[in-house]
């Protein structure tokens, strides 16, 4: 049973940057696995954020946060990583990683279908 934690969010004015981190831990996490970053705002649906495949690596966004934000993968200590860059009022939320030991070719964007979760962390970003 793999378990993650989330952590890195706080208060940030806008045009700010943060990084979360999506530690995991129980089994190492196997090339297959594909892990994702999503997020909540207050009276919003959930909305997928980023992924990426433990092995070899590649990365996919939303047009919401592409070119402001990069997901990453350290190996040595099984956490993924989504540094977060020119931020804006609207990415205000609580920001979940959720995790997935094979999810298949495509990627996936929605976050049910994958097996694990964190608890979340919370980034709040002022105008």
């Known amino acids: 049973q793999v378990q993650l934690v989330e952590s890195g969010g706080g208060l940030v004015q806008a045009g700010g940057s943060l990084r979360l981190s999506c530690a995991a831990s129980g089994p190492t996490l196997s090339s297959s696995y594909m892990v994702g970053w999503f997020r909540q705002a207050p009276g919003k649906e959930r909305e997928f954020v980023a992924t990426?495949?433990?092995?070899?690596?590649?990365?996919y966004y939303s047009d919401a946060v592409k070119g402001r934000f990069t997901i990453s993968r350290e190996y040595a200590k099984n956490t993924v990583y989504l540094q977060m860059n020119s931020l804006k009022p609207e990415d205000t939320a609580v920001y979940y990683c959720r995790a997935h030991p094979n999810l298949g070719s495509t990627w996936v964007r929605e976050a049910a279908l994958y097996a694990y979760w964190g608890q979340g962390t919370q980034v709040t970003v002022s105008s």
């Open positions: 990426i495949r433990w092995s070899p690596g590649t990365t």
